[in-house]
Each structure stands twice: as structure tokens, then as C-alpha cells.
């Protein structure tokens, strides 16, 4: 087995090494879950879109640059290793986009893809309710036909960023006679609509990045429907394997936050501490599995499917490992103010979003290992 990089990759990482190297902002951006925040990483977005920077292997037609996976690993690992600022429109570049090129038709490529290349449309993802979190074949908000399209009713929650976003992608019960997975209706709208309001959540670190969706008659175009009505299950369960698996947490983001605990380690540890030296080794060794099993997915012709689940499960858990070990190595001064805290903190909403961890188990006990389903 061949690991090395190929010319082409060794030229691409040195061209986006140093674009990075020109373009990324000397000091961080405040955190995009805020409105300035959210401003100023638009405005990022906006700067990565005029240089194609932001989906670097979607097609030239696109705003792309039409690279390869391998070339879109190598750009993500430049990417976190330049400390360059969080992506503001992962819901577009990674779960919308990705949707489309399976299920989307060509005027739909043609008309939504290229303003998030540009970074001039950031996306929401609308799926969650109050009652339909885990069990999301069990959502009630509705979809109900009307002239040329759909009327949206019900309630979202739990949508991420959708306080400052544009608009949004999300599920609606179409056919309410149908089985539960098979009356579901994918579909895209502005966060602007009429009969649409948006209620922000504040989190528990105060800041206001959630939002509850209110809906009553939103109309929606039949354009604006991804795949076919009514079984928009389907195209769902893609997002979410874009979601659990790579697109959504590439490799290079642990390559790069656990180089940073190795320099932390070189830094300040005690070398006697053998036992936190051992946890430092394992999340590093995880750290390069996770970035080679990377290469190994994309070298696949076909979806992973299921294997997502793995991913997600393993990508999730090793980020609350890393800023635990660092924590750990930094003591009360890590319990203060840090970005390892803040990091910490977020990583354990990862074993939450995307599904949560314990789901993911189920999905790989029964649909991998085919053991029997547990009781429900
Ligand atoms: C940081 C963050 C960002 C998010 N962003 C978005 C977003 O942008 N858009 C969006 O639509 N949603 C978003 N969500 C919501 C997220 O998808 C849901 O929180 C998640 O799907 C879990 O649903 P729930 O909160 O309703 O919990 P529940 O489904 O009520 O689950 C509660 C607990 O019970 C467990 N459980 C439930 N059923 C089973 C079972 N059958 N077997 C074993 N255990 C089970 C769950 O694992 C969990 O531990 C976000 C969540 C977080 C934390």
C-alpha cells in the first residue's frame, strides 16, 4: 500500500497552503453562534467564495474547482492546521449540497449551489421538533398541497445558526396515510417567508444560536422539492450519512487540534505523569486511525451507508477524549477561560447532534452486525 501523496496533491496543499497563509485573519473571529460573529465569518465566507475556496472538489460549473476527494482532505487539512476560522455554512457545503448532487435535479444544482460556493446564502437545517429528535420519522409538521407547490405548517426546533441564517432545509409530513417513513417531503425555504417566524434559543453559554421555527402556510414552490414528494425519507437519510460521516468532521480538524495537545504537552506537562502521557498517545494514535480510515472511505466508489454511524460514534467520542486531555494537562488554568474549555464544552454536544451516539449504536448493532433489535 502506497500512503505518499501524488504530485497533484503536494502541489494543491502547497497553492492553498499559501493562499491561507495570505488570507487568514491574524486574530480569531468572535464565535459565529453570535449576530457579529456570524457577520464576520459570513464575510470570511464571502472571501473564501471569490477565490473558490469554499467546496474546493464541487465542479467548476459550480464555483468549485472540481478537485478530488483526496485534494479536498488535503485542502481540510490545511485548513485547520492554518487556524483558520470555523465554516458558517457546513449546512450548505455538507449536508444541503451533497443531498443535491444525489437528489437534486439539475436546474436545482444549477440554481442553489453556486451563490454557497460564493458564500452569499448560508443555510439552516430544519429537522428536529419537539417531539422528533431521535425518532425523526415521528415529526408532525405538515406539508399540504396546494397550487404549484406546498403549504408548510408545525414547528422546528433546535436549528442551528437559523437566527442569522437565509434559509432552510427540512421535513414535512406530506402524506399523513402513508406508512411513517413513507409520507415525508424534503424541501428547501427562505427563513424570511411569510408565516415563518423564527424564535432564537439562548444556550447555556448565553448565546443565541438556536432557534425554534414557527410555520403557518409557508408556501413552498414544487421547485424547491428535493427528490419526489413524499419520499424525501430517502434523500434524508443521505444528508444524514454526509452528516455522521466524513463531510461534516474531516480528519484534518482532530490532526490539527491534537498536534496543538502534543505542543500543549511539550509546553507544560510534568513527564513523570506517565498516565497522561499514555491518554495523550492513545487520542493521537485515534487521531491518525480516524485519518486514514478517511483515506480509505473516499477510495470507495459508493456510499458508505450505514458505516456513517461508525464515524460518527468515533469522531465524536475522540473530540471529547482531546479537550479532556487537555484540560487535564492544564489544570485549574484550563478551567478558567480557554479555548480548550470552550471546545470541551462543545464537543460533548457531539455525541448529541448528527444523531445521537446511543441511536448510532443501535443502527450499528442491528444494521452492521445484525444482532437482534433491541426493545423499543
Ligand atoms: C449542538 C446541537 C446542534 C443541533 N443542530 C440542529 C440543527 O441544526 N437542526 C436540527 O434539526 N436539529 C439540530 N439538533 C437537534 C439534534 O438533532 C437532536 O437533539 C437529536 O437528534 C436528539 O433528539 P432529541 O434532542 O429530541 O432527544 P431524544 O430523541 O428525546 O433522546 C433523548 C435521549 O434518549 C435516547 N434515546 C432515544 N431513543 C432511543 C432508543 N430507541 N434507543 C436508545 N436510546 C434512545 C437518546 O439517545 C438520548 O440520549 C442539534 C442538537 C445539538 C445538541
Not at 494537562?329 to 451516539?357: C, H, K, Q, R
Amino acid at each position: 500500500m502506497d500512503l505518499d501523496f501524488g504530485p497533484a496533491e503536494e502541489e494543491f496543499r502547497t497553492e492553498v497552503r499559501a493562499w491561507l497563509r495570505a488570507h487568514v485573519p491574524a486574530e480569531p473571529l468572535p464565535s459565529l453562534e453570535t449576530a457579529d460573529g456570524f457577520a464576520a465569518h459570513r464575510e470570511w465566507e464571502r472571501t473564501l467564495g471569490a477565490d473558490r475556496m469554499v467546496a474546493v472538489s464541487w465542479p467548476r460549473e459550480y464555483g468549485g474547482r472540481g478537485v478530488s476527494l483526496l485534494q479536498w482532505l488535503v485542502f481540510e487539512e490545511e485548513y485547520y492546521a492554518a487556524g483558520a476560522p470555523g465554516r458558517v455554512n457546513q449546512n450548505g457545503t455538507d449536508l444541503l449540497a451533497t443531498t443535491l448532487f444525489r437528489h437534486g435535479t439539475p436546474e436545482q444544482l444549477a440554481r442553489i449551489l453556486p451563490p454557497i460556493a460564493a458564500g452569499e446564502v448560508i443555510w439552516a437545517q430544519a429537522w428536529s421538533e419537539p417531539g422528533a429528535g431521535s425518532d425523526l420519522a415521528g415529526l408532525r409538521s405538515t406539508a399540504t398541497r396546494t397550487r404549484g407547490g406546498w403549504l408548510l405548517g408545525g414547528q422546528k426546533t433546535w436549528s442551528s445558526r437559523a437566527p442569522f441564517a437565509d434559509r432552510a432545509f427540512g421535513l414535512f409530513r406530506s402524506h399523513p396515510e402513508a406508512g411513517r417513513h413513507r409520507g415525508l417531503t424534503y424541501v428547501m425555504f427562505p427563513l424570511d417567508a411569510d408565516g415563518l417566524t423564527v424564535r432564537p434559543i439562548g444556550r447555556l453559554d448565553g448565546k443565541p444560536a438556536f432557534a425554534e421555527l414557527f410555520l403557518d402556510e409557508v408556501f413552498v414552490p414544487d421547485e424547491d422539492v428535493i427528490g419526489v414528494a413524499g419520499e424525501g425519507w430517502k434523500a434524508a437519510m443521505s444528508t444524514a450519512g454526509n452528516e455522521r460521516g466524513l463531510t461534516l468532521r474531516p480528519p484534518g480538524r482532530f490532526m490539527a487540534s491534537v498536534d496543538r495537545l502534543v505542543e500543549l504537552w511539550r509546553e507544560r506537562a510534568d513527564p513523570s505523569d506517565t498516565a497522561l502521557r499514555d491518554r495523550l498517545a492513545d487520542v493521537w494514535i485515534r487521531c491518525q486511525a480516524y485519518r486514514l480510515k478517511g483515506f480509505e472511505t473516499i477510495s470507495r466508489e459508493d456510499d458508505i451507508g450505514v458505516e456513517a454511524s461508525l464515524t460518527k460514534v468515533f469522531w465524536s467520542e475522540l473530540d471529547v477524549a482531546l479537550h479532556e486531555t487537555a484540560l487535564d494537562l492544564l489544570g485549574t488554568d484550563g478551567e478558567l477561560t480557554s479555548p480548550w474549555l470552550e471546545g470541551y464544552v462543545f464537543s460533548l454536544a457531539g455525541t448529541i447532534y448528527a444523531g445521537t451516539n446511543e441511536i448510532q449504536r443501535n443502527l450499528i448493532a442491528e444494521r452492521l452486525l445484525g444482532l437482534p433489535r433491541g426493545a423499543r
